[in-house]
């Protein structure tokens, strides 16, 4: 299925660049990041111009289920997913915050839970919840259908939102020629600018492992 995915896109991409176009090019199809980087290396096109939904969905069912944890409106919390759109996804605890509280902080004054067992129980349910979906409906569609509309309305009304789309790294986190996903400003012209932040040890290891396990899905793809 991968194989024959890229086979599509490839075939996609030489048509978008007889064309002749200078769009934006948004890439849906999963593996998003693995395909985000056949598509870049079809069209030839820079990075920022070429980029996947990555983990976008992600990060918004983290931030929900962050809000109703924390009994807090979605848009008070700030919270991102890194790497890959899938099972090696990264919670990116260092940078996330309610209200301008660091998280490590804010669960201090909190104390209404275990806040180690409380995180591990939100990221569990988070990588799971496209699982349980299926289960009940057969696919997602509709959640991802939002997020593209996010993404791309950013693009549409350059919105310069901040979004964690896939793009091909080139040694940002320490990360080299391998698309994930990261923060990254998005305007009209598609990826403007890219926030490098701080992790953790744990979290810049974790990120690392998932560009490996990356790494391995586009070395089985012949591009």
Sequence with gaps: LIQRNADIVKSICDGIKKSGSDAVLLMVANPVDALTQVALKRLGWSRERVIGSGTV???????????????????????????????????????THVAG????????????????????????????????????KGSTYYAIGLSLTRISGAILRNEHSILTVS??????????????????????????RIITASLSEDEQTALKASAQTLRKVLNSIRV
């Design 101 to 136: 509280v660091l998280m490590k902080d804010y669960c201090v004054i909190c104390r209404g839970c275990d806040s180690k067992k409380g995180h591990e129980d939100i990221i569990h349910r988070v990588r799971d919840s496209a699982y349980h979906i299926i289960d009940y």
């Design 57 to 95: 969905l992600d990060s918004a069912r983290f931030r929900s289920m962050l809000s109703r944890h924390c009994g807090v409106d979605t848009r008070n919390v700030h919270a991102y997913i890194l790497g890959e759109h899938g099972d090696s996804e990264v919670a990116a605890w260092s940078m």
């Design 167 to 192: 793009l091909l790294l080139q040694g940002e986190y320490d990360i080299d020629n391998i698309c994930l996903s990261i923060p990254c400003v998005v305007g009209k012209t598609g990826v403007e």
